[in-house]
């Protein structure tokens, strides 16, 4: 028998070397520097109101691990109340406690839309939307980024050419790359027409926006043609995803959905965690309102320095273009004691690299101007 000696590793490492010829090789770095990249925007993991909550829990015999899937024996009080409470708290029917955002994406639309229907998505909705999108049994198809008229094309399209199925419209409330937000009454709309789901995820602007933090989506909570993943591991500073929806659908998803089915639950500590969250976002009001002037010191300070403002947000794009020089801009920023990291394709589109700065309340108004500075001294000098 023949036996071929060939490197089994060649064709990894030969593709890690295309990364790091274009710039884009990826690497773990640990937490240094002024936080300008996490997204702890209330700084809740670590407040003490929840390291509290979790130790109560732990002394009270709350276990670590659930243990088993929900169906089986991981389906835990903590679990339960958590959804109660969230299902109230966002004004939803019910509510579904899963491991996280990623894995929430990704479960509801490889279980929700069915054979026959249409997913539309927004051209920059998050990896795991393309990923939900791609293992379930709906077409599917991109519309232009923030464009309703698109998302509307598609459908109209769609049924011209014989579509029968339900239609499917997916967006994010608040991309994490752009820092802009969602035309959510036009999608509502359209929706309405069309007599089609709308699934929203909030992972950027649960906790930030909306009354007590419920979210862009807050107005429309409680719809039957609605469908929200509130990520608890941002603003809530925990673990997990809530995805609120009707009666109906949240049993479906007990019963058809792999991802909830066949997987361990997440920690009942983590349950316990966003519960506590969500009660700091009732009681301390004040943290959203102190992250709003930030955001809004940081617009002003941008325009006073004469740069271009690039969202509304506590997601603040400073895009570069060409990857070596992203990345070497956030080196030299690091370099300085502030924590900003490059963003290159695919993660955002090619020929769009930059630094994503994000505003939280890890930090105030004079970490800020001095960040700022910071930032357009080095792009100053770089461009010489």
Known sequence: MNVIHADKFATYADALKALDRDHRLRNL????????????????????????????????????????SRLLRGNCEEHESLEAEAAAFFGAETALF????????????????????????????????????????????????????????????????????????????????????????ELIAIADRHDAFLVVDEAHATGIYGERGRGLTAPYEGRDNLIVIHTCGKALGAA?????????????????CRPFIFATAPSPLMAVAVREALSILQQEPARQQRLASLVAFTHREIAARGGQIGSRSQIVPYIVGDNARAMALASALQARGFDIRGVRPPTVPFGTARLRISLTLNVGEDEVRAMLDALFEEAERASR
């Not at 809740?44 to 276990?63: D, F, Y």
């Not at 990623?102 to 929700?112: G, K, M, S």
């Not at 994010?172 to 035309?183: N, Q, R």
């Not at 995803?241 to 058809?256: E, Y």
Request: glycine letters at 12%; charged letters at 20%.
């Open 29 to 68: 770095k640990p937490r240094a520097g002024i936080d300008f990249v996490s997204n702890d925007y209330l700084a809740l993991a670590s407040a003490p109101r929840m390291r509290n909550a979790v130790a109560t829990a732990l002394e009270g015999g709350t276990p670590i691990g659930s243990g088993g």
């Open 98 to 185: 899963l491991g996280g955002g990623y894995v929430a994406n990704f479960a509801v639309l490889t279980t929700l839309p069915q054979r026959g229907d249409l997913l539309v998505m927004d051209s920059l909705v998050h990896a795991s939307i393309h990923e939900g999108a791609r293992a379930g049994r709906a077409e599917f198809c991109e519309a232009g980024h923030n464009d309703a008229q698109s998302v509307e094309d598609a459908i109209r399209n769609w049924r011209s050419k014989g579509g029968v199925g339900r239609a499917w419209i997916v967006v994010e409330s608040l991309y994490s790359m752009d820092g802009d937000f969602a035309p959510l009454e």
């Open 240 to 256: 997990g995803a809530i995805v609120t929806m009707t009666r109906v659908l949240h049993d479906f998803m007990v019963n058809r």
